[in-house]
């Protein structure tokens, strides 16, 4: 054997079937992996015995941090070889499925993340939920299933979900049983360890797709049309504050990605997350990302100092993942004092929502001023209100893209530019409708198009989704 017998070397508890740290999660094997594992609770029982029996003589006949540390399609290929040779040996009956499912089994818990390798390696899903050793839901096209899935034990589980957090240099365990990370491919994961989870441990995947999506892609899945996408580039690129609102699922954070792709490659950009996992193309951009607590309650970083600090970065453009507190209240004066064209994301269901939340997080947050000195902050800071909803079919949509004109009274005043309008609904359940402009007029950020000589763009864009435009078209 290539590795040979390693004489002394670190042995890691078998029980847990621990697998050496890698970032190779997402690159697939140099074979089809077989995905079925043994249904019924007997014969399922008896292959995961005759697995841990297989991984422990594994264990002691290879050194496998030597090998996690080799190409990994080399590597797959040498501990398959080794673990058919050692069934042989031990004489273990399976069959040829069985067989090659403990394989595969071994190699992904050997250099990835065990069962989770096969729903990683998967372009299709957008969500994975593990709800303990035996259940495991996915999200493909935006509807929820329940996979065949199943994980050794909650032990297995639990260490998986330790060795993910602990890349980006966080842990999990009873004294910090909630923790949020990344993989290293930027999706971001949710992990509630026991006692809090009562079933297991919870581990939630939100994963990003290999190929980054753009407004063109958008365009072509329906989420917005083309004209509603030349009316986002340009909000992009004439540096207008925007916030992306919508609900879990929506898809802001994707939005936000495909803005922030319209940014001057010569801007200075510093984004703020509690787990990074923006992909901004630009050449110069700064990431910075929270920390929690350790273990005696200390060194904790919020989002709010990440904020601050790096206002005395001097920053272009500040990015903030999610605002979600007190943050909201020091993105606003950021805006407002010279980093036009920051954006942000929020949990909304509307523009008009998004308004009213962010002014109760600033009220929360300790700010203590009146509720009009914050609205005129509010209305002198955000210029655009970007709304993404997941329809009842499963599909995101774009539903509007609003500005914030000013206040009457105490009351802030907002325009739908761009809006999606439902006109009813397919035979097999899918929601028809259309974007369309308004009809309003010039845009408040008019004169930002004027100055960046996008003015031509944004009134073809405008005129080529209002419905009275292509009415007068029709007619002449």
């Not at 929820?144 to 032990?155: A, C, G, L, P, V």
């Not at 600033?362 to 902050?377: A, F, N, Q, W, Y």
Request: net charge negative; with cysteine.
């Amino acid at each position: 054997m290539p590795f040979g017998r390693a004489q002394s070397k670190a042995t890691p508890p078998a029980s847990t079937l621990v697998s050496a740290e890698t970032s190779a999660g997402a690159i697939p094997l140099s074979k089809e992996t077989n995905t079925n594992p043994p249904q019924s609770e007997e014969d399922r029982s008896e292959v995961f015995k005759a697995k841990a029996k297989v991984f422990n003589a594994l264990v002691d006949a290879v050194d496998i941090s030597r090998i996690a540390t080799t190409d990994r399609s080399e590597a797959a290929e040498e501990i398959g070889a080794i673990a058919a040779e050692i069934i042989d040996e031990k004489r273990i009956p399976l069959t040829v499925k069985d067989q090659e499912w403990l394989i595969d089994s071994i190699i992904d818990d050997v250099l990835g993340y065990g069962p989770l390798e096969q729903l990683l390696r998967r372009d299709d899903i957008s969500d994975i939920m593990v709800n303990g050793a035996d259940d495991v839901f996915i999200e493909v096209g935006g509807k929820t299933q329940k996979t065949s899935i199943r994980f050794q034990s909650n032990e297995q589980l639990l260490n998986i979900c330790q060795r993910i957090v602990s890349q980006v240099g966080r842990r999990v365990d009873e004294s910090s049983p909630i923790c949020d990370a990344r993989l290293m491919d930027g999706s971001r994961v949710n992990v509630i360890a026991p006692p809090l989870a009562v079933d297991g441990p919870t581990l939630t995947i939100r994963k990003f797709k290999k190929d980054k999506l753009t407004l063109e892609d958008l365009v072509g899945f329906g989420s917005i049309s083309e004209q509603g996408a030349e009316i986002l580039r340009i909000i992009g690129r004439v540096r207008c504050n925007t916030l992306i609102s919508g609900g879990t699922g929506s898809g802001k954070t994707t939005l936000l990605n495909c803005l922030t792709r319209f940014i001057d490659t010569d801007e200075r950009i510093v984004t703020c997350e509690d787990a990074a996992e923006l992909q901004l193309q630009q050449p110069h951009v700064v990431r910075l990302e929270t920390r929690p607590a350790n273990i005696e309650g200390k060194g904790e970083i919020t989002m709010r100092e990440l904020v601050k600090n790096c206002l005395r970065m001097r920053p272009e453009r500040i990015i903030v993942g999610e605002v979600r507190g007190a943050e909201a209240f020091d993105l606003l004066q950021a805006m407002n004092t010279g980093h036009d064209g920051s954006m942000g994301t929020l949990h909304a269901n509307s523009p008009r929502e998004a308004l009213a939340r962010l002014e109760s997080m600033i009220s929360v947050g300790g700010v203590s001023l009146p509720p009009k000195t914050i609205r005129e902050m509010m209305v002198s800071s955000i210029d655009v209100i970007v709304q993404a909803s997941r329809l009842r079919d499963g599909r995101r949509v774009i539903t509007h893209v609003t500005e914030v004109l000013g206040m009457e009274g105490d009351v802030i005043t907002t325009q739908d530019i761009f809006k999606f309008e439902i006109t009813g609904e397919s035979e097999d359940g899918k929601v028809i409708g259309t974007h369309r402009a308004n009809g309003g007029g010039r845009p408040g950020f008019w004169d930002r198009a004027v100055y960046y000589n996008e003015q031509g763009r944004l009134t073809e864009a405008l005129d080529g989704s209002d419905p009275r435009s292509m009415r007068r078209d029709l007619e002449a």
